[in-house]
C-alpha cells in the first residue's frame, strides 16, 4: 500500500463526503465511473455562523443527490443562496437547472448557456454570501469556460476537473487547449506559491493538502507526455490513435478515448509551436 502523503498532491484517505475545510462540505454524486473517480464532488460553501452557503458544481441530473445537497446545507443551519459552475460537463452541471428549482438561485457560469439569471462569471470577479467570499479564477484548458475558486479564508481552492483528486485530467479538444492548460496549471501555482492555497478542493477525488506539490507533478507530467508524443510522432506514429496506442499503453484501455483528446491537443500544440 502506497502512503498518500507520498503521493502528489498528499490525498486525504478515508470518506470522501462530509467536511473538508472549516466552510467546506463535499457531497459525493453517485456517478462514479474510471471518468469520473468516485463521483463528482458537490460542494457546500458556507461561513461557519451564516445561514447562507453557496453550492458549486450540483453534478449530474439525479433528484436524489440534489435533494441529498439541500438535505445536508439544511441540517447544517443553512440556506442555499447561489450556484456556481466550474464548467459545463454535464456531470457538474446537468443538475443545476433542478437544483435551482429546488433551491430557488440563480446559477453563475462563465458559458452564458449555462447560466439562470442575468450575473455571470468573469476573472477578477468577488463573489460574497454570507460574509463568505470566493475570488473568480480563469482556468481553460481542460474546457474553454473551466473556472476556478479560491476561497481565501481556507487558503483553499475549488479546481473543477483542472486538477483532480487522483490522476489527471483530460484536455478535452477541440474545446480544450494545451496551451491554455499550461497557462491556467501556473496559474494556479502562483495562488499557492503567492497566495498561500495549501489545499485543493476538486471536481473529482479525494481532497489534495499540498497545492504546490499537485500542480508542480501536474507541469511535470504534461511536459513529460508532450515529449512522448513529440517523439512518437519523429518515430512515424501519425494519427492520434496510434500516438495513443504507443504513448498510452500503459494506461487502461477504457480510458483510451479520453487520453486520444489529450493527445490531439498535444500534437495541436505541438504543430501550433513548429515541433512537428
Same mark, same amino acid.
Given at each position: 500500500?502506497?502512503?498518500?502523503?507520498?503521493?502528489? @498532491?498528499?490525498?486525504?484517505?478515508?470518506?470522501?463526503?462530509?467536511?473538508?475545510?472549516?466552510?467546506?462540505?463535499?457531497? !459525493?454524486?453517485?456517478?462514479? $465511473?474510471?471518468?469520473?473517480?468516485?463521483?463528482?464532488?458537490?460542494?457546500?460553501?458556507?461561513?461557519?455562523?451564516?445561514?447562507?452557503?453557496?453550492?458549486?458544481?450540483?453534478?449530474?441530473?439525479?433528484?436524489?443527490?440534489?435533494?441529498?445537497?439541500?438535505?445536508? &446545507?439544511?441540517?447544517?443551519?443553512?440556506?442555499?443562496?447561489?450556484?456556481?459552475? /466550474?464548467?459545463?460537463?454535464?456531470?457538474?452541471?446537468?443538475?443545476?437547472?433542478?437544483?435551482?428549482?429546488? /433551491?430557488? /438561485?440563480?446559477?453563475?457560469?462563465?458559458?452564458?448557456?449555462?447560466?439562470?439569471?442575468?450575473?455571470?462569471?468573469?476573472?477578477?470577479?468577488?463573489?460574497?454570501?454570507? @460574509?463568505?467570499?470566493?475570488?473568480?479564477?480563469?482556468?481553460?484548458?481542460?474546457?474553454?469556460? $473551466?473556472?476556478?475558486?479560491?476561497?481565501?479564508?481556507?487558503?483553499?481552492?475549488?479546481?473543477?476537473? /483542472?486538477?483532480?483528486?487522483?490522476?489527471?485530467?483530460?484536455?478535452?479538444?477541440?474545446?480544450?487547449?494545451?496551451?491554455?492548460?499550461?497557462? $491556467?496549471?501556473?496559474?494556479?501555482?502562483?495562488?499557492?506559491?503567492?497566495?498561500?492555497?495549501?489545499?485543493? !478542493?476538486?471536481?473529482?477525488?479525494?481532497?489534495?493538502?499540498?497545492?504546490? @506539490?499537485?500542480?508542480?507533478?501536474? !507541469?511535470?507530467?504534461?511536459?513529460?507526455?508532450?515529449?512522448?508524443?513529440?517523439?512518437?510522432?519523429?518515430?512515424?506514429?501519425?494519427?492520434?490513435?496510434?500516438?495513443? &496506442?504507443?504513448?498510452?499503453?500503459?494506461?487502461?484501455?477504457?480510458?483510451?478515448?479520453?487520453?486520444?483528446? $489529450?493527445?490531439?491537443?498535444?500534437?495541436?500544440?505541438?504543430?501550433?509551436?513548429? !515541433?512537428?
Amino acid at each position: 500500500m502506497t502512503d498518500a502523503a507520498a503521493l502528489p @498532491g498528499r490525498p486525504r484517505g478515508g470518506i470522501l463526503s462530509g467536511p473538508a475545510t472549516a466552510r467546506a462540505v463535499n457531497v !459525493l454524486a453517485p456517478n462514479a $465511473s474510471p471518468m469520473t473517480l468516485d463521483g463528482t464532488n458537490t460542494w457546500i460553501l458556507a461561513e461557519p455562523d451564516s445561514e447562507l452557503a453557496v453550492v458549486v458544481d450540483p453534478g449530474p441530473l439525479d433528484d436524489v443527490h440534489l435533494r441529498n445537497v439541500v438535505a445536508t &446545507a439544511e441540517k447544517a443551519g443553512k440556506r442555499v443562496a447561489l450556484t456556481l459552475l /466550474t464548467h459545463g460537463h454535464p456531470d457538474h452541471a446537468a443538475g443545476a437547472g433542478r437544483f435551482a428549482e429546488l /433551491t430557488g /438561485t440563480k446559477v453563475r457560469a462563465l458559458d452564458p448557456a449555462l447560466r439562470l439569471g442575468d450575473e455571470g462569471l468573469a476573472h477578477g470577479d468577488v463573489i460574497t454570501v454570507g @460574509g463568505l467570499e470566493l475570488l473568480v479564477v480563469p482556468t481553460p484548458g481542460h474546457t474553454a469556460d $473551466s473556472l476556478c475558486f479560491h476561497l481565501p479564508a481556507d487558503r483553499a481552492v475549488l479546481t473543477g476537473d /483542472t486538477v483532480l483528486g487522483r490522476g489527471t485530467t483530460v484536455v478535452a479538444h477541440p474545446d480544450g487547449r494545451l496551451g491554455d492548460y499550461l497557462d $491556467s496549471l501556473r496559474r494556479l501555482r502562483s495562488l499557492s506559491v503567492d497566495d498561500g492555497v495549501q489545499t485543493v !478542493l476538486p471536481g473529482h477525488g479525494p481532497v489534495l493538502d499540498d497545492a504546490q @506539490g499537485v500542480v508542480e507533478f501536474y !507541469l511535470a507530467h504534461r511536459a513529460h507526455r508532450l515529449a512522448q508524443v513529440e517523439t512518437a510522432v519523429e518515430n512515424g506514429y501519425r494519427s492520434p490513435g496510434e500516438v495513443v &496506442a504507443h504513448v498510452y499503453a500503459d494506461v487502461d484501455r477504457s480510458l483510451w478515448p479520453a487520453a486520444e483528446l $489529450s493527445v490531439r491537443a498535444q500534437m495541436d500544440y505541438l504543430q501550433e509551436h513548429g !515541433l512537428i
